[in-house]
């Protein structure tokens, strides 16, 4: 499991490095603007290819939290919270793990007590919902409606370049949900994202 974990988050910190590269080459009027960054990215993952096949979702977070439970750099508890036995989903499980881990290692950057957990429930008949919450620093209300439309880093001292969430809103649209942070949560911060149950699809494997 660690060596799984280790590979898909340099999957992440690769994708962040090569669009960082790709943004610094070519600034936008000779200035590295916000606007251009986004664009960019935009551009990039929407050449990117998604490998779509059924996964068992609840069995997926399980994995995850294992993967961050090892290796995390934090004395909160990361746990997993669902109603559900099982719940299968047409997707690209290899993404999906990507933006869940990303969602996770952000939060033990911010939680250095308390706990991180992740939580899967099916909201609707067509409709599963995830989300990270944490008893951490939270993040100020300001700075809410930027954190996925600005390519911004809450901390300036975290190590990253700040596309993380970024890409995962992008992957996250890809899939065919969307993905918010709540702005009622107060003691940390909730990070929530939906993806389709697709019923009749079930049982397919596609490329896209």
């Not at 992440?12 to 590295?32: C, D, T």
């Not at 399980?62 to 090892?70: L, P, S, T």
């Not at 099982?86 to 690209?92: A, F, I, N, P, R």
Request: hydrophobic share 35%; proline share 2%.
């Amino acid at each position: 499991m660690a060596t799984r974990y280790i590979m898909t988050h340099e999957v992440i910190r690769q994708e962040e490095a090569r669009l960082l590269g790709r943004f610094e080459a070519y600034p936008v009027n000779g200035r590295k603007t916000n606007t251009g960054t986004i664009k960019m990215i935009r551009k990039e993952i929407g050449n990117m290819t998604f490998k779509f096949k059924i996964c068992d979702a609840v069995g997926l977070c399980r994995n995850v939290i294992d993967m961050v439970e090892k290796i995390k750099q934090t004395h909160a508890d990361v746990r997993f919270s669902t109603p559900l036995d099982s719940l299968e989903l047409l997707t690209d499980s290899a993404r999906l793990q990507q933006v869940l881990i990303n969602l996770l290692i952000n939060a033990t950057k911010f939680t250095s007590q308390g706990s991180i957990t992740l939580q899967l429930e099916q909201q609707t008949e067509d409709t599963a919902l995830f989300s990270v919450t944490d008893t951490g620093t939270g993040i100020p209300k300001e700075k809410q409606k930027k954190i996925f439309n600005r390519f911004e880093k809450l901390n300036e001292n975290a190590q990253g370049t700040g596309l993380g969430l970024s890409i995962c809103q992008l992957i996250i649209e890809q899939l065919g949900g969307s993905i918010w942070i709540d702005p009622d949560y107060e003691e940390g911060s909730r990070f929530l994202f939906t993806h389709p149950i697709d019923k009749s699809d079930q049982g397919k494997e596609e490329t896209r």
